[in-house]
């Protein structure tokens, strides 16, 4: 992920073995990291059994607040392409019900977002 994608935002893709080295506390018993993604401080972690949205807050970052969503509690999820001028895609995700989505993240053009949703749909259908 270049400099120009995290200033912008952007979220890119971090190795597995990396993830795991940093969240790996975070897991339960035989459950397994598949794909993750950086945004400046915070970190998204799609894994076997649920997504997990890791927001470090505050100026030192020290303080963290973890969300864990069950792929079985997203009712969909939308994905918008990076075009010719666009510099990212986007990804929104809904909870249950809601009619707002719980998630919106950005990634760098550099992300195959295609795999992000090759994923979300073989959990969530």
Known sequence: MGLLDKLMGNAGEVAA???KKNYGHLLIDSEEIEMGFVLFRDVFIFTTRRLILID???FTGKK???KSMPY???SRFS??????FDLDA????WI?????????KKFSKAVDIYKVQRLLASKTC
């Open 64 to 66: 963290i607040e973890i």
């Open 79 to 84: 994905l918008e392409t990076a075009g010719t």
């Open 72 to 74: 079985k509690s997203i």
């Open 90 to 93: 986007e990804l929104k995700i």
């Open 96 to 104: 249950s019900s809601e009619n707002l989505p719980s998630v919106s």
């Open 17 to 19: 073995e990396e993830l």
């Open 56 to 58: 470090k807050q505050g």
